[in-house]
Antibody, heavy 117, light 106 residues
Framework: QVQLVQSGAEVKKPGASVKISCKAS????????IHWVRQAPGQGLEWMGW????????KYSQNFQGRVTITRATSATTVYMELSSLRSEDTAVYYC??????????WGQGTMVTVSS | DIQMTQSPSSLSAFVGDRVTITCRAS??????LNWYQQKPGKAPKLLIF???TLPSGVPSRFSGSGSGTHFTLTISSLQPEDFATYYCQQSYSSYTFGQGTKLEIK
């Protein structure tokens, strides 16, 4: 079936980086873009950026400009999101989601990232 | 950036009630407005896209309407499984979510 499976939970110290993976299966990987959305504990959803799985083009939210990098490995049908210079406010669940023409029709299960000294 | 504002932030209702949630955009987003449902500990689920289109498998008690800057999500007869948090999202210019509306059982 069509699914996105994310890597497991991470615990990082302030100032470190984290790289989360999102493996796609069950559909033509290069046809869609993959977006990243995060959700801090008890808070709403925040869009971070996207990558075109086809050509690798990216666009990032201004809120994360310079700290986030989204890449894809076509042969592995996997997208990666790396966030650097972590601070406590980056503690959140990070989701990848497939963008289908209008909206996010498939979501990953989420990856909890905890930033703590 | 386009700001999305939902109201109310929370809502209590009975099973069987008709419920409406509003989403306003700070500028026109045409019909590039989507709604998601999220249950605790789960990823969001697409409920409505392009203002009023239901993806396959979404019950017909859910409906969306509006255009430009004012949109509504209506649940015609609340079911126990509908108690969740609902988010609107614009995809007209970049991507922005509303702050969410938590729908609780009364």
């Amino acid at each position: 079936q069509v699914q996105l499976v994310q890597s497991g939970a991470e615990v990082k110290k302030p100032g470190a980086s984290v790289k989360i993976s999102c493996k796609a299966s069950g559909y033509s990987f290069t046809t869609y873009s993959i977006h990243w959305v995060r959700q801090a504990p008890g808070q709403g959803l925040e869009w971070m950026g996207w990558v075109s799985a086809g050509n690798g083009d990216t666009k990032y939210s201004q809120n994360f400009q310079g700290r986030v990098t989204i890449t894809r490995a076509t042969s592995a049908t996997t997208v990666y999101m790396e966030l650097s210079s972590l601070r406590s406010e980056d503690t959140a669940v990070y989701y990848c989601a497939r963008h289908s023409q209008w909206a996010y029709d498939i979501w990953g299960q989420g990856t909890m990232v905890t930033v703590s000294s | 950036d386009i700001q999305m504002t939902q109201s109310p932030s929370s809502l209590s209702a009975f099973v069987g009630d008709r419920v409406t949630i509003t989403c306003r955009a700070s500028q026109s987003v045409s019909n590039y407005l989507n709604w998601y449902q999220q249950k605790p500990g789960k990823a969001p689920k697409l409920l409505i896209f392009a203002e009023s289109t239901l993806p396959s498998g979404v019950p017909s008690r859910f409906s969306g309407s509006g255009s430009g800057t004012h949109f509504t999500l209506t649940i015609s007869s609340l079911q126990p499984e509908d108690f969740a948090t609902y988010y609107c999202q614009q995809s007209y210019s970049s991507y922005t979510f509303g702050q969410g509306t938590k729908l609780e059982i009364k």
